[in-house]
């Protein structure tokens, strides 16, 4: 049985298992997130790469930029337990959260925005006389929205 931490993992394995292009961890690497060891032009990736990479995806997924998933990386090995590493990501993570229930309350206004201006087009008319658009339940004129 082979210890996990030496466990070697190719660039197809790693895309393979993460649904990621070769091309994509290629990426990684060229902005310092992942250091696979060379061999010619082998790259072997070792589980701490491994973990990295999952790291990486999660964070792409829940919005944070590279940049701020390279400085969390490397907080891992402050040799402090990872103790400032996840202070850090805990306060990043909030700090998100918050970001993200602010666009949902904009997006939430514009919803109801969008549907408020929906319902009156609805509701509107040419009158037939005057050609002005009505309100068609109660007759009265409606601001112009256009020609």
């Known amino acids: 049985m082979t210890n996990e931490r030496a466990r070697r993992y190719t660039i197809k394995q790693l895309s393979s298992e993460f649904d990621v292009t070769p091309r994509t961890l290629r990426y990684y690497e060229d902005q310092g997130l ?3 060891e060379r061999r010619g032009q082998h790259r072997i ?7 990295r990479l999952a790291w990486i995806l999660r964070g792409r ?16 090995d402050l040799g402090d337990g990872r103790e400032t590493q996840r202070a850090v990501t805990i306060e990043r993570c909030k700090e998100r959260i918050k970001a993200l229930e602010a666009q949902r309350e904009d997006i939430n206004a514009t919803l109801n925005e969008l549907k408020g201006f929906a319902d009156l087009i609805s509701t509107m008319t040419r009158d037939s006389d005057t050609g002005q658009w009505i309100h068609a339940d109660t007759g009265e004129p409606v601001a112009s929205f256009g020609p």
Do not use: K, N, Q, W
């Not at 990736?45 to 973990?51: E, K, L, P």
């Not at 997924?61 to 891992?76: C, H, N, P, T």
């Open 45 to 51: 990736y070792h589980a701490t790469d491994r973990i």
């Open 61 to 76: 997924r829940v919005g944070f930029s590279l940049a701020e998933i390279g400085e969390m990386l490397d907080l891992y």
């Open 34 to 36: 992942l250091s696979p």
